[in-house]
């Protein structure tokens, strides 16, 4: 079983930073996560990815724990536009994870 | 504007006829992704090539459904016969050959399918 869970909505404060979690216990040792979000009846957006160790980029940064079952995004300093559903996603089998909607708040 | 492109952007169709879509990658990405996302839910992997080749098939890809990518270029996913069931976003995706296992796929912002 590859479910990939994720909590189905967060709010956030405008600057605030925004932490979205994905479950993915069933990872294989040499499968990378990935992270897009997907704007209003837009195809999703690539943010970063990571296979064991934590990434950063000008975007987000990405937390992976030491097992690998879980991983974490972190939106620094949330803004408005920020406000999307936000999927994680297993390059086995190309499985999104069940999406989190995310919603910045001023 | 050199990303993913998909046309139509949206479609009508009544039930029982067959509709195209056409998806154009991203110039030198020679993997090209195929997924459907219906309303609520996250995309679903439908059908994957490698240049001309069809390398990975979803078991959501019906009899009814066929994608080619007859000159590793752009692609095109029919569905033949449409069903209600078929009313979803048709998202394709394209990625650059790195020689790494796994590719950071670029999307398009997909064709919309109702069926009637």
């Known amino acids: 079983d590859a479910k990939t869970t994720q909590p189905p909505s967060m709010d956030c404060a405008e600057g605030r930073a925004a932490n979205l979690p994905c479950n993915h216990s069933?990872?294989?040792?040499?499968?990378?996560v990935y992270w897009y979000r997907q704007i209003h009846s837009q195809g999703p957006q690539y943010i970063i990815h990571?296979?064991?160790n934590n990434e950063t980029n000008e975007m987000a940064s990405l937390i992976i724990t030491e097992d690998r079952k879980s991983s974490t995004l972190i939106l620094p300093h949330a803004t408005l536009r920020d406000t999307a559903v936000y999927y994680c996603?297993?390059?086995?089998?190309?499985?999104f994870g069940t999406g989190t909607r995310l919603k910045v708040l001023a | 504007d050199t990303g993913v492109s998909q046309d139509p952007r949206h479609k009508i169709t009544k039930r029982g006829q067959n509709v195209t879509f056409r998806c154009d990658p991203i110039s030198e990405h020679n993997r090209l992704y195929w997924y459907r996302q219906t309303l609520g839910q996250g995309p679903e992997f439908l059908t994957y090539f490698q240049n001309e080749a069809q390398l990975e098939k979803s078991r959501l890809l019906s009899d009814r459904f066929s994608a080619e990518r007859p000159k590793g270029s752009f692609s095109t996913l029919e569905i033949q016969r449409t069903e209600q069931g078929d009313s979803a976003m048709y998202l394709c995706a394209s990625s650059l050959p790195t020689g790494a296992m796994w590719e950071t796929q670029y999307f398009g912002p997909g064709t919309r399918l109702l069926v009637l």
């Open positions: 996603f297993r390059t086995y089998k190309y499985i």
């Open positions: 069933t990872i294989s040792g040499n499968e990378y």
């Open positions: 990571g296979l064991k």
